[in-house]
């Protein structure tokens, strides 16, 4: 558990500041649900405008950490930071409870906390959506495995009602992962089957009728080709995950194999179907991209589980009796398993952990930036409301701030960025501009040449015509 923590904080380890732009966003949206007191008038905090709440397909992650913001009065900088490395904790617990029933409990929870993070495929180390979900794979898992009241049912239903409301890509992954487990009860164990099944279906069909809407559009996704998208590079989130822990996983899909089961074929299948489902995309193009992307993360921890298995192999392994018997040998065979665990783990180790200390991770705003967003909130008014800076910062701006932006960029530069980037470089000059678009706050770092704006801060540029400092 405290190598899971350690794992996670790395990229925020040398960074008081969220990494990742998608942390920023879900700050400014759970922000947003607070200052509105509620959903129902959920607009876009970065753009203002019409209600948004309907359209917004991670809301249940952003009204947990609204709620739960509210309740504890932690710092979202506190929170962004450490509470990445505490969900994973939880998320290896988890694993450890599935597998511990299996025989190889400390040996899968080990090799979760392996799974890495990267800037294309997100994963543990950051507070996005994906990153709670996972811990909801190996608890639905669990579920399924060992439990056929009502009740489990219920309890499925629950995640998956959730799942659906915060990553519905989390949700299907369940469906993929807990597929094959279905269809070897169908014979021995229909009414398992039907139960479960009836707890994976249900909350995309009734709970949310805009998640509902959504899976029929990704459903017409299916049939449609698709780029790879340029942010997932396999060869090297493979290589960041580690070979060792590949091959243990190749060791433990046999051993699981020959030990037999619908709990550990389900494990095997349910894996097998990940990555059918990721060859297909990446071969042929087919799928949806967000499943696709977010499929290796959930590929590397089911793959951690049965390697796992792999591990635990290697610790009941034997050699001979004819060996034991030797007076010279017999200390040594009597602790050949430990050591080639303790062997094993420490070249993992050696391997793994430099590999996630580093990676790169880039970083959106400087001390600077944050120092001047946060004397913009505290010191101008409300009637300065929208502002225009570099769009590669804005995001992070209305995380800070709660004041809407003239753009922001988020995968991408568009057109609108471009017109912000070329405003600014040229000494935010066009008061006509500003007043048309209804912008009162410029933020720039490349100097301003404009009568009609006012430097109240350094880099902070306010127009005379509305609002007031405080």
Known sequence: MGLAFYVAFIPHSNFPYPVHIDEWFHWAFADEIINQAGISGLTNPFSGGEPVWNQQFELGFHVFFAVFRQISDIPWLDIVRYFPGIIFIITVLSVYILAQRQGFGWQAALFTCLVPTTVGILGPAFLVPVAMGLLFIPL????????????????????????ASMHAATAVGIVIILAPFILLNLKGNFKHSLGVTLALIVPFIAAFPWVFDKVLLTAGNLFN????????????????????????????????????????????????????????????????????????????????????????????????????????????????????????????????????????????ISQEDYQAFVWIRDNVGKDYDKAILDPWKATAFT?????????????????????????????????????????????????????DLVEVRKNVYLIEETGQVQ
Not at 310 to 315: A, C, H
Not at 422 to 451: C, K, M, R
Request: include cysteine; charge should be positive.
């Open 140 to 163: 639905a898992i669990f579920l399924a495995f060992n439990f056929s009241t009502i009740w489990s049912y219920v309890v499925l239903f629950i995640f998956i009602c959730f799942l």
């Open 225 to 364: 080709r698709h780029p790879l998208p340029l942010y997932v590079d396999i060869p090297r989130v493979v290589q960041t995950y580690g070979y060792l822990p590949i091959l243990f996983g190749l060791l433990g899909i046999f051993l699981l194999s020959m030990r037999g089961g619908k709990k550990n074929y389900g494990l095997i299948l349910g894996l097998l179907a990940l990555l059918v489902m990721l060859a297909t995309f990446y071969t042929f193009g087919y799928g949806e991209v967000q499943t696709y992307s977010r499929g290796l993360i959930y590929m590397m921890l089911i793959m951690s589980i049965v390697a796992g298995a792999g591990l635990m192999g290697v610790q009941n392994l034997k050699l001979p009796g004819s060996f034991g018997t030797r007076p010279k040998v017999h200390l040594i065979t009597k602790a050949l398993d430990i050591m080639l665990c303790l062997a094993f783990i420490g070249l993992t180790f050696m391997i793994s952990i430099p590999q996630r200390q580093s990676t790169p991770y880039y970083h959106m």
């Open 399 to 451: 995380a800070i701030t709660e004041k809407t932006v003239y753009s922001r960029i988020h995968m991408a530069p568009f057109a609108k960025d471009n017109v912000a980037y070329a405003f600014l470089q040229g000494g935010s000059s066009n008061t006509t501009f500003l007043i048309e678009n209804g912008i009162s706050v410029v933020y720039s770092q490349g100097g301003v040449v404009n009568p």
